[in-house]
């Protein structure tokens, strides 16, 4: 049963690699909303994102946006701008969105093309949340993680029952070395790490020996 650091470090995040950006546009009384999406944790990364949409779309009137670079619905890492709009009409209220659309590490930018009519407080408020959630409709998720390497070292004879263990804790084995004893090297989330050993110290009556260490936060397609 998955406990609180379990929780708080899987979570969705866009499916996004660096640089990569995820769009949708739509069109309300002839303005042009698009709204670009990008994976970035953290506000150093969420700030980088923000100004390269910026720069791609320097000729529009409005670059607003929102971003949440911590877990989904944490105000502990967040920002927001209207960039000109009226306050309160695009970057706040985008920014509620992002907080409600349970992904984490997420940044947004909407860029309004003007079409010449007036949309009002109301309107403009609709229209920037409804160009988010239009991107976020088809955005695709990531399982965050926090991957770890850890080594085993095991008697020739328990071999094969260990790994048919490891499917069940999404470990893959990075590399295997056999001499007196097999040594593996795995590489699964984090959060398996303990349960495994756990596992392995039962079957090998204690005779199992391990080192582990942390390889960072890692995406795994949900």
């Not at 997420?106 to 229209?127: E, K, M």
């Not at 071999?159 to 070395?177: D, H």
């Not at 204690?206 to 390889?215: I, T, V």
Request: aromatic residues 6%; glycine residues 12%; contains cysteine.
């Amino acid at each position: 049963m998955a406990g609180p650091e379990d929780a708080a470090a899987l979570y969705p995040v866009p499916d996004l690699g660096p640089g990569e950006v995820h769009r949708a546009e739509i069109t309300v009384k002839r303005s042009r909303f698009i709204c670009s999406i990008g994976h970035t944790a953290g506000p150093g990364e969420a700030k980088a994102f923000i100004e390269s949409v910026r720069r791609e779309f320097s000729d529009a009137r409005h670059n607003c946006w929102a971003y949440c670079a911590g877990s989904p619905g944490s105000t502990a890492q967040v920002g927001a701008s209207d960039d000109g709009e009226p306050h309160g009409t695009a970057g706040r209220p985008m920014l509620t969105v992002l907080l409600h659309c349970g992904t984490g590490e997420i940044s947004a930018v909407v860029t309004r093309y003007f079409g010449g009519i007036l949309l009002g407080t109301g309107g403009l408020v609709r229209a920037y949340q409804g160009a988010l959630k239009e991107a976020l409709a088809t955005l695709p998720t990531a399982e965050r993680l926090i991957a770890a390497r850890l080594s085993v070292t095991i008697e020739h004879r328990f071999v094969t029952q260990f790994l048919r263990l490891l499917p069940g804790y999404r470990a893959t084995v990075v590399s295997q070395n056999f001499g007196m004893d097999a040594e593996y090297v795995l590489r699964l989330p984090q959060s398996a790490v303990a349960p495994l050993k756990h596992e392995l110290t039962e079957l090998t009556a204690g005779g199992a020996l391990f080192e582990s260490e942390s390889e960072g936060e890692q995406g795994s397609s949900s």
